[in-house]
């Protein structure tokens, strides 16, 4: 097996972290204000990377655990649109095979504001994939869209549930000369979650 060497994850990630880093210190001035959400997130298709390596290589003996956590901030305007990025979830493989795949996404978003206690609202945008591990051999970005319902909004710290969809894909090294097969191991999430 090969060890994980994530030198080229390392510098996509810190490129997308300075990123955030200039979105976050830029001069807003249409007024809002920033949210914080962490999401405890269950992963759909996380299944589907493991049991393409291990039908074709013949490996049985992996962990992987499909809950991972995210965090996804974003500035809402006073109009309630909002835009945003997302860091996770980290999804991680071991034994037999290791690997970890970690999302990084940049979203639009809208409330429809109900009152002031609760509200429903969409969001869309794109994601890429830092992956990297055993038999994993490239990533393809993807449409995400999602919808949720946010609960204490106009307090300091709100909660609520959410659904989405994500068509990034990883590629999965198979047996013959450049076969591989493509996954989508976030394809479907479902995350309850936490703002500050």
């Known amino acids: 097996m090969k060890n994980i060497n994530p030198d080229v994850s390392t510098k996509k990630l810190l490129r997308y972290l300075?990123?955030?880093?200039?979105?976050?210190?830029?001069n807003i001035t249409f007024g809002g204000e920033w949210k914080f959400p962490l999401h405890l997130t269950y992963v759909s298709g996380l299944e589907d990377v493991t049991d393409a390596i291990e039908k074709n290589f013949f490996f049985s003996d992996s962990t992987t655990i499909p809950v991972g956590i995210s965090i996804d901030p974003y500035?809402?305007?006073?109009?309630?649109?909002?835009?945003?990025?997302?860091?996770?979830?980290l999804v991680y493989g071991a034994g037999d095979v290791s690997f970890f795949i970690l999302p990084l996404g940049l979203d639009f978003r809208y409330a429809f504001e109900m009152n002031e206690n609760w509200a429903p609202y969409v969001r869309a945008g794109g994601k890429i994939l830092i992956?990297?591990?055993?038999?994993?051999?490239?990533?393809s970005p993807g449409f995400t869209g999602g919808?949720?319902?946010?609960?204490?909004?106009e307090r300091a710290v709100s909660f609520g549930v959410e659904a989405m969809y994500d068509g990034s894909e990883v590629d999965i090294k198979q047996p013959g000369?450049?076969?591989?097969?493509?996954?989508?191991?976030f394809e479907f999430m479902i995350s309850i979650f936490i703002s500050f």
């Open 177 to 185: 000369v450049n076969q591989k097969v493509s996954v989508k191991p």
């Open 131 to 139: 992956e990297d591990g055993d038999f994993l051999v490239d990533s």
């Open 18 to 26: 300075l990123f955030i880093f200039v979105l976050i210190n830029n």
């Open 147 to 153: 919808v949720g319902v946010e609960f204490n909004r």
């Open 75 to 89: 500035y809402e305007f006073d109009n309630n649109f909002g835009i945003g990025t997302s860091i996770g979830p």
